[in-house]
Nanobody, 120 residues
């Protein structure tokens, strides 16, 4: 009943930019909290950024100078603008969703992920 679909991942060179999208679909309750997490091979999944439908947002310190989170409530879509990408940003980026207005989780629904690769 809840689907989250990420898109926008690609192979880019260091210093490049990408814009990730996560489209949410829910048949019952609205998805009011959404977040980006990422996971590199062999690493645990880490928080990147989160936003609520009300506009409250939170971005991890490790990326806050380069990444911007936003949303379009009319499209039920969350975005992650990623600038000045670095090789360490390489990961599968996942979209998480919650019925609650939260930027802290937990996130009960997850998308399939989209691959971001930053390499020369």
């Amino acid at each position: 009943q809840v689907q989250l679909v990420e898109s926008g991942g690609d192979l880019v060179q260091p210093g490049g930019s990408l814009r990730l999208s996560c489209a949410a679909s829910s048949s019952r309750f609205a998805i009011n909290g959404m977040a980006w997490y990422r996971q590199a091979p062999g690493q645990e999944r880490e928080f990147v950024a989160a936003i609520t439908s009300g506009g409250t947002s939170k971005v991890a310190d490790s990326v806050k100078d380069r990444f911007t989170i936003s949303k379009d409530n009319s499209k039920n879509t969350m975005y992650l603008q990623m600038n000045n990408l670095k090789p360490e940003d390489t990961a599968v980026y996942y979209c998480g969703g919650s019925y609650y207005y939260t930027v802290d989780g937990p996130y009960d629904y997850w998308g399939q992920g989209t691959q971001v690769t930053v390499s020369s």
